[in-house]
C-alpha cells in the first residue's frame, strides 16, 4: 500500500523522522516498504483498510530504544500506535485509528520475566503470546493457568489492555502493576512498583495513593512494557455441563437461573451460551445450507439443528475446584436449570492431574470463511444487566436487526455475576461490496439501539471507536472531556494512539469522527 | 506420492550430506510448526480450506511436493483469503526462507 502520511504532516518531516528512528532501532526495524504497510493493515477492515492505514512500523528491542522512539516521535510529531503481537482481530487487527499514524511494534520485547506458582503471578512482556505462557507453564509443570481468549495468536499482555476476556471473566480484572513509558518518554511503574525495590508489586493491587493501572487499559496514555497478571491455580477438578435449550426465548429463564449462582460462586467461571451458528460455522461455510441473500430463514435455522443435533443455544456450565466442594455445587446447578425445564443436563468431569488443560488454539478463526471469499468479521459487544427480560429483550432488538439487514444471527452471551457480555458476530465477505455494506449499516443501527437502552459496548473495533465513545455522554460528555485534559497534559504533541477509544487529543481533534 | 516424498527425505537424510534442505530441517520444522502449525496441521483452519479448494491431497501444506518458494514467500506476506498477512517483526525474512525451504524440501526448487 502506498505511503499515506499523518494529517498534516510534511513528506520531508516524514523522511527525516524516519531517519531518525533507523539510527535507534537499526534500519532494518523501520518497516515502511508497501508490503510492510500491507502487513500491518487489519485483515478484517471495513472497506480497504486505507481508513486505518499505517504509514509503516517501528520495533524497537528493548525499553531504551522505545524511549528514544518516543522522543523521535515528539521532536517530529509522529503520532504512533502501540501494539503488542496485534492480533486485535474483529476490533481492527494491528492497524491505528487515525490514517498515517506509525504501528508501535512491541513484538520483540517477548521475555517471560517472572512466574510464581505460590503466589499465582506473572510478569510478561508485549510480544508474549499466549501460546508461549502456555508452553513456559505446561512445561515447567506450574499448575497455574491464564484465561485465554477464543483466538488465542495474541498477546497475554495487549489482550488484557483491551479488557479481553473468556470463561475466566475479564482478563484486565486479573492485571496487578505495570510498567509503563509515558508518552514523553519518562518510565513509570505503578502500584507497589513505584518503590524502588517494590516487593509487591504484581501481588498488592493498589500502592499508596491513586491506582493507575486500569487508566493505562483501552487508553492513549502510555507504552505498557511490563505487566504483572494473577494466574488461576489449576482446579483439582472440572465439572463441565453441556446445556442445549430449544427456544430464543429460553435465553431469558436461563440467565435468570444461573445468575444468582454466578454471583455467589457456585458457578465459577462466566457462562457461554450460544447460537447453533457457532458450532457449524468452524466446519461448514454458508454455500453449504443456503444460497439466499437475506438472513437465514427459520427452515434453514431447523434443518441445521436438527442435522447436528443442537438447541437455538448451546452452552456450558463450569463448576471447577476441588472434587467434593464441587459435588454440592452441581446439585445447586442442576436444581436451578431443572426447576424451569424439568430436566438435568448431562456433564463431563476432568481431573487435571489425568488431562493436561487444553491452552490456546486459533480455531475460532474459521467463523472468518462463513460467507466466503475475504472472509472477516466484527463484534458488536454491548453489557446487558444480568436478568433475563432485559436479556431477552436485547436479543429480540439485536436479532430483529440482523433479519432486517439480510445477515445472519450469530453470538455468544458471557454471564458474569451481575451482567452479560453479548458478543455479536457480523460475519461478511470482503469481496461482496453489498454484503459488507449491509454489515456497516447494521453496526450503526446496533450502536443506537442499545444506547437508546442504556447499554454501551465494553469495546469495538476501530471505525467505530468515536461513534460508541460518543454515547458515553451523560454532563454533555464530561467523561471525554476528562479523559482528553489527562491527554493533553501527559501528551501536549498527541504523539501516543491518537483517537484510541475515542480520546483525541489537541494536536488530532478535528480527525475524530473521519473514518 | 507422500510415502515417496518420505522416502527421498530420509534418503537424504541416511546420507548424511548437508544439503542446504537438510540442515534446513529440524529449524525448519519447529518454526513451521510454531507459526503454522496453528491453522496448518490437521485440524487446522488453513488445511480445511485448502481441502476445500484443492481436494484432501493438497490440504495439508508440510506433505507437499508442488510448492514453491516465491509463492509460500508471497502468501506469507500478502495473505489469502482467510489467511491473515505476516509482519516481518512476527516473521522475519530469515525465518520465512527456512520455512520455505522446509515447506519445499522435497519438492520442486527455483
Ligand atoms: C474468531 C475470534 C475470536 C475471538 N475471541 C476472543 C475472545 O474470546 N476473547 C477476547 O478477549 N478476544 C477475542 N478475540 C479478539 C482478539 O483476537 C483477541 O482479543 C486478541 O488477544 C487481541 O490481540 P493481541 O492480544 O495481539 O493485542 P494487540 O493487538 O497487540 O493489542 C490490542 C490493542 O491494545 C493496545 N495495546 C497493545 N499493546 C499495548 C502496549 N504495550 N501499550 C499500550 N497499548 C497497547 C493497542 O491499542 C492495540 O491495538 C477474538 C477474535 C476473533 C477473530
Not at chain 1, 507453564?137 to 499448575?143: C, G, M, Y
Amino acid at each position: 500500500m502506498r505511503l499515506i502520511l499523518p494529517p498534516g504532516m510534511k513528506a520531508a518531516a516524514f523522511d527525516r523522522a524516519r531517519q531518525a528512528l533507523r539510527r535507534v532501532v537499526g534500519a532494518q526495524w523501520v518497516l515502511d516498504t508497501d508490503e510492510d504497510r500491507e502487513t500491518y493493515i487489519d485483515p478484517y477492515a471495513v472497506g480497504t483498510g486505507a481508513a486505518h492505514a499505517p504509514s509503516g512500523a517501528v520495533a524497537p528491542a528493548s525499553v531504551e530504544e522505545l524511549q528514544a522512539v518516543l522522543r523521535v516521535a515528539n521532536e517530529f510529531r509522529l503520532p504512533l500506535w502501540p501494539i503488542s503481537r496485534g492480533k486485535n482481530l474483529g476490533y481492527g487487527g494491528a492497524s491505528p485509528r487515525m490514517p498515517g499514524t506509525m504501528v508501535l511494534d512491541l513484538g520483540r520485547l517477548n521475555r517471560i520475566l517472572e512466574v510464581d506458582e505460590k503466589l499465582g503471578y506473572c510478569v510478561v512482556e508485549p510480544g508474549v503470546g499466549f501460546f508461549e505462557l502456555h508452553e513456559h507453564l505446561t512445561k515447567n509443570r506450574i499448575a497455574m493457568e491464564v484465561g485465554i481468549p477464543g483466538n488465542g495468536w495474541g498477546s497475554v499482555l495487549g489482550n488484557a489492555l483491551e479488557r479481553g476476556f473468556s470463561f475466566r471473566g475479564d482478563h484486565s480484572e486479573s492485571i496487578c502493576g505495570l510498567e509503563v513509558v509515558l508518552p514523553g518518554g519518562e518510565l513509570m511503574r505503578t502500584g507497589m512498583g513505584a518503590m524502588k525495590n517494590g516487593v509487591t508489586w504484581a501481588t498488592a493491587r493498589h500502592g499508596f495513593g491513586p491506582s493507575w493501572d486500569q487508566a493505562f487499559v483501552q487508553s492513549n496514555f502510555g507504552v505498557v512494557t511490563k505487566m504483572g497478571l494473577w494466574l488461576h491455580p489449576t482446579p483439582e477438578e472440572v465439572i463441565t455441563l453441556r446445556v442445549a435449550l430449544d427456544q430464543p426465548d429460553d435465553i431469558g429463564w436461563y440467565m435468570d437461573a444461573l445468575a444468582p449462582l454466578r454471583l455467589r460462586g457456585v458457578v465459577n467461571g462466566n457462562v457461554q451460551l450460544t447460537t447453533y451458528m457457532m458450532t457449524v460455522i468452524d466446519s461448514t461455510q454458508r454455500a453449504d445450507w443456503y444460497q439466499g441473500r437475506d438472513s437465514l430463514p427459520d427452515s434453514v435455522i431447523a434443518r441445521i439443528r436438527a442435522e447436528r443435533g443442537l438447541g437455538w443455544w448451546n452452552g456450558t456450565v463450569r463448576v471447577a475446584g476441588y472434587a467434593d466442594v464441587n459435588e454440592g455445587n452441581l446439585k445447586r446447578v442442576q436444581a436451578a436449570l431443572s426447576k424451569h425445564s424439568g430436566r438435568e443436563y448431562p456433564f463431563t468431569r476432568t481431573l487435571s492431574a489425568q488431562t493436561p488443560s487444553r491452552g490456546p488454539t486459533v480455531g475460532p478463526l474459521k467463523v472468518a470463511n462463513w460467507y466466503g471469499g475475504r472472509g472477516g468479521h466484527m463484534s458488536f459487544s454491548p453489557v446487558v444487566p444480568a436478568v433475563g427480560s432485559a436479556v431477552v429483550a436485547q436479543f429480540q432488538r439485536t436479532r430483529a436487526r440482523y433479519i432486517e439487514h439480510g445477515i445472519d444471527y450469530s453470538s455468544t452471551w458471557y454471564l458474569n455475576g451481575r451482567t452479560v457480555t453479548n458478543i455479536n458476530l457480523l460475519l461478511t465477505n470482503m469481496d461482496d461490496a453489498d454484503l459488507t455494506a449491509r454489515g456497516d449499516r447494521l453496526f450503526h443501527a446496533l450502536v443506537k439501539d442499545a444506547a437508546a437502552a442504556g447499554y454501551g459496548e465494553y469495546r469495538t473495533h476501530l471505525s467505530y471507536m468515536d461513534e460508541v465513545a460518543d454515547t458515553f455522554s451523560y454532563n454533555d460528555h464530561a467523561l471525554r472531556r476528562f479523559n482528553e485534559r489527562v491527554k493533553d497534559a501527559i501528551d501536549p504533541n498527541g504523539i501516543l494512539a491518537p483517537g484510541r477509544n475515542g480520546i483525541w487529543p489537541a494536536a488530532w481533534r478535528k480527525e475524530r469522527g473521519k473514518v | 506420492m507422500r510415502a515417496m516424498n518420505l522416502v527421498a527425505v530420509a534418503a537424504v537424510l541416511m546420507s548424511g550430506l548437508s544439503t542446504a534442505a537438510a540442515a534446513a530441517e529440524p529449524d525448519g520444522k519447529a518454526l513451521y510448526a510454531r507459526r503454522c502449525g496453528i491453522c496448518h496441521f490437521a485440524d487446522g483452519g488453513g488445511t480445511w480450506m485448502l481441502e476445500r479448494r484443492l481436494g484432501k491431497s493438497q490440504a495439508l501444506l508440510e506433505s507437499r511436493a508442488d510448492l514453491q518458494a516465491p509463492y509460500i514467500r508471497l502468501i506469507a506476506r500478502r495473505g489469502l483469503n482467510g489467511m491473515p498477512r505476516f509482519t516481518r517483526v512476527e516473521l522475519p525474512d530469515s525465518d520465512l526462507e527456512i520455512i520455505a525451504a522446509y515447506l519445499t524440501r522435497s519438492g520442486p526448487r527455483p
